[in-house]
Every structure is written in structure tokens, then in C-alpha cells.
């Protein structure tokens, strides 16, 4: 190109609709305690380097052809590996065939939401929820009806009054979406009692279930419900997963189950001729061999972790920072005084090398979570979560005037 060449301009030719541009990354903030990061000491290396040897010396030349030897539903072994344990730990009966390995579970919504929604529908969603799936309905102009959670997850009285009103206005909800298994953001489980309850109130209202258990494995004493996939008797119900959290997020593989009717039509929208042959390999090899093993590994390590976030916010904030413990996964949800806006508080905590995410970005109902914000402390070591609780804890007495007391020291307002 001259110097005297105008550079080309893209901006006419950019496709409507499209959402804002990303911003650039930077670098993670010095105390990270936002998305779903998991803990760079825990990633069990040795084996998974081991695994990567073995399973290229085996089986190496399958990666010649697209979706390996086993087809678009992805590595036969990681599946067979997936059907098992599914059956062991969430009682669902699958076979192989009945599950797709996705990039990422985030492609699982993708995929689930292009099978079933359009434009001006409705669905109904925990009141406090995961961003992604969020973001997800905002932009296909799906309206999304939140329900309230409290220490057992979603109520079900709540449900029933919210289908009874779309009922009466003629509205009929594509799917239930929930995350009934260490809840993300509350790390509440749903009983096994309301997981019926709900499959009932679902097939009253003829509404499917989006079960999306991505933190499952994750939980303190290991005891879960049964899936809610595994609880109907009459279908109904999609069921996704993760790696990211049980082994690491990089990776990006995740799952759908569901019947291959369902599967069929997926498989149609997922237009990437196969997810990363790599990662799938590695993962169907390591598994089989130390998944059990590395979990519970991995889960008493975040309890720790938990523990000294809870620790530091009950000695940094004392009483303005409420939270219940979750049962499980990495993140807490706090809530502040009232007085405290956490969309105003992520900019100065930022610029104070403190990351956190705003309660608004995780919820349906902008007032409830306003003074609300998702702490994950499954990446900073235990001294950044210490250290990182106590800049929160400056940056917001500065800004909002609370804690008045910062580790039990009175502080005089400027
Ligand atoms: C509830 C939930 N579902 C899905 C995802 C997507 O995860 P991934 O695409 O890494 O599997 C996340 C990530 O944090 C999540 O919290």
C-alpha cells in the first residue's frame, strides 16, 4: 500500500446486527476473581502429558480424517468414557450415541438454543444465572422470564405462578433452562424432591428442560441428586456438561446428551466439521484412568480456597458482606449493602488490580442483584485472596462508604 492510499474501509460492508466489538485483551488483573478460571495447580500435567504420548503413539494417524475414526459425534472413547460415568455418578442411561462432544459446553447452548428458539420467544431461567446464557437470549430477542432461587435453587412455587401466567397471556416457553447442580452463580443443588417437581410442571405445560450441569462434578461431599435428565420418565429433557471445571477450561470440551432425534438436528447446526481431535483424544485417554482420582483432588483444593475467601471477606467487610456457603464449584455470590452499586465498584477495583463481576451481568432482575457480585476463588493462590478481599474491601469503603470497619478497625471517612 502507498502512503497516499486511503486504508479500506470495512464499516460499510460490516453485516447488520452484529453485537459490540470485543475488547482488547490486557492481561488478567492482579487479583482475578472473575469468570470461570480454574486452578493452574490442580491441572493434573504429568498425567495428562502421559496420556497425550500414548494416545498419539496408539492412535495417532486417525487425526488423517475429519472427525478422527469415530465420526461427527466426536472421539468414541471420550464418549464411552462419558456414558459411564454419567450412568455411575448422575444415573442417566445414555449410550455413546446419545452424546456429542461440543467446544466447550458454551457451543452446547449454542447448538440447543439454534434447534429451538426464534426470535420473540419465551424461556425461563434462574433469577441469578450464568452471563453466558444470558447474553445468548438477549441476542437471538428471546425473552427470558427469571425465577427466584433460595438455599435449594430455583422455587418451585415460583415456577408453577410463572407458567401459570405465561399460560394465561398464551405463552408457552421453549425450555426451562437451569443449572440444578452447584448453581452458578448461588452453588445451590435442587433436591431431588423439586427436580420431580419440576419435570411435573414441565410436562403440565408441555415446556422441555435445558439441564446444564457444568459444575456437577464439583461438589464438596461428592453427593449429588440424579440428574434431572435421568429423573424423567417421558423425555424432555437435554442435559449438557463441561470439562472446563473438572479438568481445565482451555481445553474447551463439553457435551450434549440427548436423543439422536434431537442429536440429528444439532449435528446439523454444527457447522465446524468436527471439535479440536486433540483435546478430545487426550481427555478419552486420561479419563478413563484418573478422572476419579483427580476430582475429589481437585474439589477438597477449592474448599480450601473457598474457606480463605470466606475467611477474608468475614474479616475484611465483617457484617456488609452476606453470603451462604455454596455446596460446591468455584464461585460465591456476596452480596453488599444496598448503598453498594457493583457495576460502579468493577472499574476502581479494577484499576486497583481487582476483578470482579458485576451481580447485574448474572441476573434477570437488575434491582436484585445490583449490590450483588460473583467472587471466583478457584485461581488466585490463598495470599492473592487475601490480598485481593482487602484491596475490594479499600476500594469500596472509598467509594461507597462500606465497610465502615476494615478488619475490625474503625476507620474515620475521609
Ligand atoms: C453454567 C455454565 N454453563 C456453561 C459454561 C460454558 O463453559 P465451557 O464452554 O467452558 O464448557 C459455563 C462457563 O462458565 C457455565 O458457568
Redesign the pocket.
Known sequence: MKMSDPPFDFAPLLAPGLPPPAVKWTGFAKYNFI??HNDADQVPLDALIKATNDVLTREGRTIATYGLASGPLGYLRLREFLAQKLKRTAGISCGADEILITS??????DLVNGLLLAPGDTVIIEQAT?Q??LTRLARLGVNAVGIPLDGEGMRMDALAAALDDLKRRGVRPKYIYT?PTVQ?PTGTILPEARRLDMLRLAAEHGVAIFE?D??ADLIWDGRRPPAIHALSRHGGVIH?G????SIA?AL???YIVADWDLLSRMLALKTDAGSGALEQMVLGEFCHAHFDAHVPRLTRGLRAKLQTLMDALNEQFGTAAEFDEPKGGIFLWVKLPDAVDTLKLFQPALAAGVAINPGPEWATDKEYSNSRTRLCFANGSHEAIRAGVATLAEVCRREFGVPARIANVEKVMD
Open positions: 469468570g470461570g466447550g459446553s458454551l457451543q452446547a447452548l450464568y453466558g446464557a443449572i452458578n446444564d457444568c459444575y449438557i463441561s470439562f472446563s471445571k477450561p474447551r470440551v463439553g
